[in-house]
């Protein structure tokens, strides 16, 4: 009776992870979580996404990589509302939109690389590509690129500063990456001068500091 049980619960298991686009070893989806299409979820080993998330993916992919979690709430909208001569907003479906949008102008994918940490209510709208190491900081509301190792807070999210200065992301991925997969210390201090260094008055006049 008892192995009879396990293979129910088996089967159950694994219809509900075929629904996925894919989910790795150890990655959490906690209680309340709204997923809108799994077939668009990807979700990597050893990531989270918290309890009361939206995952709102009808017509692009969410992508989080490995070891990359969300604390509660996290919203993510892949799509936006097409505007459509003759109707109103609510009258152009999905389906309207798979005709009219080949071109998918109106659904981007959002992906999140490994190693990110997402505060909580962060929302991440269509095109977000938040960067290998980045804290996401609670509230914020991201649209575009985020680099790698930054810190940002805010809507629109805005780089406030980084985890580590380029020396030290160098240091920290021999680590954890092969050589291949780490990112050069050239373009580390690129992302340092423009999205850090050149901006400290602008930082430190958004943060009150």
């Not at 992870?17 to 990597?44: D, H, M, T, W």
């Not at 995952?55 to 969300?70: C, L, P």
């Not at 949008?101 to 997402?118: C, G, L, P, Q, S």
């Amino acid at each position: 009776m008892l192995a009879n049980l396990k293979w129910k619960l088996r089967k159950i298991w694994m219809k509900i992870y075929k629904n996925y686009g894919y989910k790795g070893r150890k990655s959490v989806i906690a209680e309340n979580v709204i997923i809108y299409k799994p077939q668009n979820l990807y979700l990597y080993e050893c990531t989270g996404i918290g309890m009361n998330s939206v995952i709102m993916n009808w017509r692009a992919k969410f992508v989080m990589k490995r070891y990359s979690g969300a604390a509660f709430g996290l919203k993510v909208v892949t799509g936006s509302h097409m505007r459509v001569p003759g109707k109103m907003f609510l009258q152009v479906t999905d389906e309207v939109k798979e005709k009219m949008d080949a071109t998918n102008r109106y659904d981007k994918d959002v992906i999140v690389e490994e190693d990110v940490w997402i505060g909580s209510n962060v929302t991440l709208l269509g095109g977000a590509h938040l960067g290998r190491g980045s804290n996401i900081g609670s509230g914020s509301v991201v649209r575009g690129n985020v680099p790698p190792y930054a810190i940002v807070i805010g809507n629109p999210a805005k780089v406030v500063g980084f985890t580590f200065t380029p020396e030290q992301i160098v240091e920290h991925e021999k680590q954890l990456y092969t050589e291949e997969e780490r990112i050069p210390l050239e373009t580390l201090e690129k992302n340092y001068q423009k999205y850090f260094l050149k901006r400290l008055k602008e930082i430190r006049d958004f943060t009150r500091i």
